[in-house]
């Protein structure tokens, strides 16, 4: 299977039928691939075992012992019906070797044919691996904290979203309810959403530093994000306040009651208390322990009904922490500045 195969597997969106067991899967896998695994992990680790022990004949043999009767019925219905429910799926393992082998032959004796990746979950992964070492054109967005920037990426073509994949808001505050995906599962998302733009003269991608929350930036990436151009969105205070508050306060507490959180203020509370002590050595005693009376001051009133004491800490943690923070980055790579604006003229300035 070459790249070019490859690129039209991702490009179409082909669901992908995952036989590895559960532990490979969890380290690293596709957007659209379901884990049905030929082998379980005990299962696997006894049969790797015996590989080292006696060879691949007698690993081999174990296998099929291991994986007989009804055990190998329901595994095999089980693919059968991801093959139903997702037509012109393809059939991987790691390799694209034995497991997968066997498995689309116990389909094929079943009557359901289904194509398998050659080079297996490794060749996909490579191909993946090598997008970022051939990156397109690169265009930063950058800005304060609460300027809106995600919203004028979702307003223009020609962009890639690296908090959308990496399922964090990019700040201290920005933990989301959901987990982050594992770090190779990030970079294959990212991957593909470069695909997908295909020869797009210029990509528009946020600012952002090596990590979003636990994950990070492939290197390639990062490297060509720190050469790239800079445009800057700017807003008022007030706006950035009043943006924050509704994504943070208001969507934030609406996210845990959907959730069916038992007490979601409180946990909304303990969340922002959280993130905060994490920040409180590089924000200094004395703001932290303001900023930190103000919050819970806010989260007190807003039991009562009153949640406009929310934006008070929100301004204060943006002038007296995020703001300088970011004129301090902003004065090392200000030479690669290009164009400033509202979100309107930058609009406009992209699509022009």
């Known amino acids: 299977m070459t790249f070019d195969d490859l690129h039209q597997l ?3 969106d082909i669901p992908l ?12 896998a596709f957007p659209l691939a379901s884990n049905h695994p030929i082998l379980n992990d005990m299962e696997r680790e006894t049969v790797g ?9 007698d690993a081999t043999a174990l296998g099929h012992k ?3 009767g009804s055990i190998k019925s329901n595994r095999v219905n089980a693919w059968q019906q991801f093959l139903q429910n997702n037509k012109g ?10 497991r997968s082998q066997i498995a ?6 079943e009557g359901v044919p289904v194509q398998r990746v050659e080079g297996g979950y490794k060749r996909m992964r490579s191909y993946l691996l090598s997008i970022f070492d051939n990156l ?6 950058s800005g304060k904290t609460g300027v809106g920037k995600t919203e004028l990426l979702q307003q223009i073509n020609a962009t890639v979203d690296l908090e959308a994949s990496a399922n964090h808001r990019g700040s201290a505050f920005g933990r989301r309810l959901s987990p982050q995906p594992a770090q190779i599962n990030f970079e294959n998302a990212v991957a593909i959403d470069f695909i997908k733009l295909g020869t797009a003269n210029k990509v528009i991608i946020e600012d952002e530093g090596h990590l979003i929350g636990r994950v990070s930036l492939p290197v390639p990436l990062r490297s060509a994000m720190k050469q790239a151009p800079i445009l800057l969105l700017e807003d008022s205070l007030n706006n950035r306040v009043d943006r924050i508050f509704d994504e943070y306060v208001i969507q934030g507490l609406a996210e845990l009651i959907s959730q069916s959180t038992p007490n979601p203020l409180a946990e909304l509370q303990q969340k922002y208390t959280t993130a ?7 924000l200094g005693g004395a703001a932290f322990q303001c900023i930190s009376g103000q919050l819970e001051n806010a989260f007190v009133q807003h039991q009562k009904g009153q949640t406009g004491l929310h934006k008070i800490w929100i301004a204060s943690l943006l002038v007296d922490y995020y703001d300088p923070m970011y004129e301090y980055q902003l004065e090392r790579k200000k030479h690669r500045l290009i164009e400033t604006g509202d979100q309107q003229f930058l609009k406009q300035y992209l699509h022009s």
């Open 17 to 28: 039928l995952d036989v590895r067991a559960p532990c490979e899967f969890d380290k690293g």
């Open 89 to 98: 799926a393809q059939l991987y393992c790691f390799r694209g070797g034995q």
């Open 276 to 282: 905060l002590s994490a920040i409180k050595k590089r």
């Open 10 to 12: 991702f490009i179409q």
């Open 104 to 109: 689309q032959q116990w389909l094929q004796a």
């Open 136 to 141: 397109p054109p690169l265009l930063i967005l």
């Open 66 to 68: 291991l994986v007989s």
């Open 49 to 57: 075992r015996c590989y080292k022990q006696k060879g691949q004949q």
